[in-house]
């Protein structure tokens, strides 16, 4: 079966290091992959967009990177901070293109002063 | 984000009822999607559209029912809600002339079915 796992733990890190969190799935080819930042009690917000045939994307402090072979993409944000700390969702295209995603549970971060 | 309106932001209803979430989009997007999150689950997909005259079923459509009334509004029922719809409820919209674009969400509404 199509499966999206994103670790259920929360990530604790101190604030200045680097955050990484995992999506893995299993059974797609996704033409892309997207990253969302989700705070308690509102909707999920885009934050970056990586396709296939691309390796690694950025974006200030964000990094996303997308192995197709691993099967696995991973989000980093460097030296984080407080505001950070949210919940980050990983979503995948499985409609080559039509925009019908498929997200993981989420990974919720906490930046500690 | 305010260009992507949901009412009502909470409700509490009983078994049985019939319901009605509402949303509303300003960014001019053809498609409009509603998910459901419950916790540890993720966000699920219940319905979506890509038009005004197009109208899909999602994963987990069972129970619900759309309707699109016009490019901006996407209306979710539920005919008689049960226990287990209790969970909180998201519209989003995307922009058809993207092939890869994102989706935006609305604010999400609390439903809470005794």
């Known amino acids: 079966s199509q499966k999206i796992e994103q670790n259920s733990e929360a990530l604790n890190i101190q604030e200045g290091k680097t955050a990484t969190l995992t999506c893995n799935y299993t059974?797609?080819?996704?033409?892309?992959l997207q990253w969302y930042r989700q705070d308690p009690g509102r909707g999920p917000v885009f934050l970056l967009l990586?396709?296939?045939?691309?390796k690694e994307k950025r974006k200030e402090r964000l990094k996303v990177t997308f192995d197709t072979t691993l099967k696995q993409s991973l989000f980093h944000i460097t030296a984080s901070q407080p505001a950070d700390s949210a919940t980050y969702l990983c979503?995948?295209?499985?409609?080559?293109?039509?925009?019908?995603?498929?997200f993981g549970a989420g990974t919720r971060l906490a930046v500690h002063p | 984000d305010a260009d992507v309106t949901q009412t009502p932001r909470n409700r509490i209803t009983k078994t049985g009822k019939r319901i009605m979430l509402e949303c509303s989009q300003t960014?001019?997007?053809?498609?409009m999607y509603w998910y459901r999150q419950d916790p540890g689950l993720g966000l699920r997909l219940i319905y979506y559209?890509?038009?005004?005259?197009?109208?899909n079923k999602g994963e987990i459509s069972d129970g619900y029912s759309v309707s699109r009334q016009a490019q901006a509004k996407f209306s979710l029922s539920l005919e008689s809600a049960i226990p287990n719809q209790t969970a909180l409820y998201f519209c989003?919209?995307?922009?058809?002339?993207?092939?890869?674009?994102?989706?935006?969400f609305g604010p999400g509404t609390r439903l809470t079915v005794l």
């Open positions: 059974n797609y080819s996704p033409a892309y």
């Open positions: 559209s890509f038009d005004v005259k197009d109208i």
């Open positions: 989003a919209t995307s922009d058809i002339a993207r092939s890869t674009d994102t989706q935006y």
């Open positions: 990586i396709r296939e045939n691309e």
């Open positions: 960014k001019g997007h053809d498609r």
């Open positions: 979503a995948l295209d499985t409609s080559g293109g039509y925009n019908k995603l498929i």
